[in-house]
């Protein structure tokens, strides 16, 4: 007897929903195998440890930073087994994929326990726990930092980041006396800085990201201070021609004098590499005159100093933590911007009675200071399933497929608030 459209639709329908849970379970279990934590746990009781990684070998994909400037000079990561599934695949809304409003921004940068934790995993995790945000309506730009010479953000936070309106940067840092070899070599020549530069274009447009955080905390012999401004002006260059909107941000590290000294302000030992990116991201130990300093230093473009804020209170105005409004508060009324970092303080220090709980009311603070980013789809049709990237079970039209823990920033759909 022939078997109607509508039977063979259901049909089709229950077998593609089996081998789906099918797929599930198997990944589970796969990437169950192949946990760090599950694995340091069972080599625990052996002398061997894990064989060390090697990038150009198939595995499960993972996203990781580059350690020296061979890698980035030679371009080896696009010969990767990872760097496809690193490409992120949602780009930003046109809206808000040009030059940021003429308005005090919100940038956050997140560092947490060195970086590629459980967001490493290109296609999840099975830690139902793991760390993420959902407040992206109260920010403009996102970091993604580690102490890796090159930190590329993982393509889950980008591609959240962008279905919420947010940029996404990556990292370039050299620190203490390696980070001072890799600068000399950095600036050796106009060309190699140049070269360099290029580079980190290249790897910021094929991953999908919006630009960098260069932070150079070294000392430096004055003589090379020249060149690297112009590292910072060809590399600012090259990403507003390659990736319109685009955005390098300076950190408040070495100056002029060729010291790392933070100033902790705008002012004429820091102003150069300003005038030649997007804007400075100022360390975070600054006094309450410092934003209003930084404006009238700054002039027209004082919405591009983002005054730091550390969470975890590291010698912070206001003392970070639960107080970190109170250092929004001077930054929003003298009308620059802020850039919070280590968010994850609220995750990492287990702050009572729970993340979900913690991490309302931190952002609930800062949304009280700070106020919307304005950065949220104001046109039909809408849509949000209320998905925060991790949880117990997934279902597809009402069916179960996989019963078991997950994490996946990337299927965060887009968070809704309500507004009383």
């Known amino acids: ?7 063979y639709i259901k049909s089709r329908h229950r077998h593609i929903l089996s081998q789906l849970k099918s797929l599930f379970d198997f990944l589970i279990r796969f990437l169950s195998a192949l946990n760090p934590m599950a694995e340091s746990r069972n080599s625990s009781n052996s002398s061997e440890g894990p064989p060390p990684f090697d990038p150009s070998v ?3 994909p993972v996203s990781y930073p580059l350690k020296t400037l061979e890698e980035l000079e030679s371009r080896s990561y696009f010969d990767s087994f990872h760097f496809l599934f690193n490409k992120a695949s949602v780009k930003l809304p046109a809206a ?3 030059m940021l409003p003429k308005r005090p921004r919100l940038l956050v940068c997140h560092d947490m326990a060195g970086g590629y934790g459980d967001d490493q995993w290109v296609q999840g995790g099975t830690n139902p726990s793991a760390y993420g945000i959902w407040h992206w309506y109260l920010m403009d730009v996102f970091v993604y930092f580690s102490h890796s010479l090159v930190t590329l953000p993982p393509p889950c936070w980008t591609n959240t980041a962008h279905k919420h309106g947010v940029k996404v940067l990556g990292t370039f840092i050299m620190e203490w006396e390696e980070g001072k070899s890799l600068a000399n070599k950095l600036l050796s020549t106009k060309e190699s800085a140049y070269m360099y530069a290029e580079r980190l274009t290249e790897l910021a447009v094929a991953l999908g990201f919006d630009g960098w955080l260069i932070n150079l905390e070294v000392d430096l012999d004055v003589g090379k201070l020249p060149t690297l401004v112009e ?3 060809h590399l600012t260059q090259t990403m507003h021609s ?3 909107g685009s955005l390098v941000i300076w950190y408040d590290s070495v100056t ?7 100033q902790n302000k705008l002012n004429e030992k820091n102003k150069p590499f300003f005038d030649a990116c997007d804007g400075i991201f100022l360390n975070y130990s600054w006094e309450e005159s410092y934003p209003m300093e930084s404006a009238s230093v700054a002039g027209e ?3 591009d100093v983002y005054m730091g804020i550390d969470v975890f209170g590291r010698n912070t105005f206001g003392g970070g933590q639960w107080n970190t409004n109170v250092a929004l508060d001077v930054i929003k009324k003298d009308n620059v911007s802020a850039a ?4 994850g303080w609220v995750y990492e220090t287990n702050q009572p009675p729970d993340f979900q709980t913690s991490q309302n009311r931190w952002w609930g603070l800062v949304e009280k200071s700070w106020g919307i980013s304005q950065n949220y789809p104001q046109t039909l049709p809408f849509y949000s399933n209320f998905d925060r990237g991790h949880g117990y079970h997934i279902f597809v039209d009402g069916v179960k497929i996989l019963d078991a823990p997950w994490n996946n920033i990337s299927l965060q759909s887009l968070q809704v608030w309500l507004l009383f």
């Open 1 to 7: 007897m022939p078997i109607s459209p509508r039977a």
């Open 58 to 60: 198939p595995s499960i």
């Open 96 to 98: 808000v994929a040009g």
């Open 231 to 233: 590292f910072v002006n």
């Open 242 to 244: 390659s990736v319109p």
């Open 256 to 262: 002029t004098d060729g010291e790392l000294s933070w």
């Open 301 to 303: 473009r004082k919405f």
């Open 340 to 343: 919070i970092f280590a968010p």
